[in-house]
């Protein structure tokens, strides 16, 4: 079998983003200073754990910031993710309804109903909690990344940047929204009690009998071993010069915290003069904390360093996942699991 860290070398994190995005995540992003104040004021720990609990009955009405905070939380309790958590609604929350929702039977219409926050409310735990900051939390060593890779390969490992980066990632949430969270609160200080996203107690995923992964989606999906839809992760699929591989392939093996063998010949963008190159492990890695290594040569599925960029912007022909979807991905399939590829 080749292993993992030779087909590394194939596949990479692109930086140009899909036209079709643009103008959705344009409204998110550009709220203005002088309304950030009173959004901001509406995600309390109370504010957002109410939110969706008192729709019984009727259509429910355009959820307010609360209740797409808490949505996406016990989305992804559920398993059924739509990547970095930012309280923001979007295209991968859509999908991430549309996909819980069609688990559940309960109709896939990619927005919130009283049906949907039913079958979410049947989690009773918290969608946010506090949490006191550890020492290993901001013990580091934190080290910017650089972007060149000849750079990147002098470094002894690609860590996390900040004690903020290293949060945002242990509780699936963007440093934004932490601070959005816990104002006035030292993020990088340990003791500090602060409000995050309760997504640390949740069950491991069973055993994974299938992955299907879904361009015009965007998004992959994990069955078990009787056929049933028990996860979903927003993902990149491919571009027009790395189109995705359709077809039915299977899982070789896995690798956890792999070094990635850049080797400039394999992409179509990589600057002139650029030579191969050992990248170190660590989440900063360009391909995040895993590799599923797939029978297609030179494929895989694996995590990133950019968490926000998950189902918005074009890969190198390789499916990539948020760096926690990636991880919990692994603890439930092997080599031998089927991974349909489509269109």
């Given at each position: 079998m080749k292993t993992a860290h030779t087909v590394l070398a194939a596949c990479l994190t692109a930086a140009f983003s899909l036209p079709a995005f643009a103008a959705a995540a344009a409204p998110a992003a550009a709220p203005g200073a002088a309304a950030a104040a009173p959004a901001a004021a509406a995600l309390s720990l109370d504010s957002v754990n109410a939110a969706g609990k008192s729709e019984t009955t009727g259509k429910?009405?355009?959820p307010g910031k609360a209740d797409i905070l808490r949505a996406q939380i016990m989305l992804d309790r559920a398993h059924f993710s739509s990547g970095e958590i930012d309280g923001a609604a979007g295209s991968n929350l859509r999908a991430a309804i549309a996909g819980y929702q069609s688990a559940k039977g309960i109709g896939s219409t990619g927005a919130m109903n009283t049906a949907t926050w039913a079958a979410l409310n049947a989690d009773s735990a918290d969608a946010l909690t506090t949490y006191t900051i550890l020492d290993a939390d901001v013990a580091g060593p934190f080290e910017a990344i650089p972007e060149n890779m000849?750079?990147?390969?002098?470094?002894?490992?690609?860590?996390?940047?900040?004690?903020?980066?290293?949060?945002?990632?242990?509780?699936?949430?963007?440093p934004a929204l932490l601070k959005r969270l816990n104002p006035g609160k030292d993020l990088s200080r340990a003791g500090e009690q602060i409000v995050v996203p309760n997504v640390l107690d949740t069950e491991p995923l069973p055993k994974g009998g299938k992955i299907m992964v879904d361009k015009s989606a965007r998004t992959?999906?994990?069955?078990?071993?009787?056929?049933?839809?028990?996860?979903?992760?927003?993902?990149?699929?491919?571009?027009?010069?790395?189109?995705?591989?359709?077809?039915?392939?299977?899982?070789?093996?896995?690798?956890?915290?792999?070094?990635?063998?850049?080797?400039?010949?394999l992409f179509w963008d990589a600057e002139a003069g650029e030579k191969k190159a050992k990248i170190p492990a660590g989440p900063n890695n360009p391909v995040g904390v895993a590799w599923i290594?797939?029978?297609?040569p030179h494929y895989g599925i694996h995590g990133t360093p950019v968490p926000a960029s998950i189902g918005k912007t074009q890969s190198h022909g390789c499916?990539?996942?948020?760096?926690?979807?990636?991880?919990a991905l692994t603890a439930s399939v092997g080599?031998?699991?089927?991974?349909?590829?489509q269109d």
């Open positions: 429910v009405a355009k000849a750079d990147k390969a002098k470094m002894s490992a690609l860590g996390y940047t900040s004690a903020e980066e290293a949060l945002g990632e242990k509780f699936h949430a963007s992959l999906t994990l069955f078990d071993t009787a056929g049933k839809a028990i996860a979903q992760f927003p993902a990149s699929t491919g571009s027009e010069h790395d189109p995705l591989p359709v077809g039915n392939w299977k899982v070789k093996g896995i690798a956890k915290n792999p070094v990635f063998h850049y080797n400039p010949k290594d797939l029978s297609k499916i990539r996942l948020t760096n926690w979807d990636v991880a080599a031998g699991t089927d991974v349909v590829l």
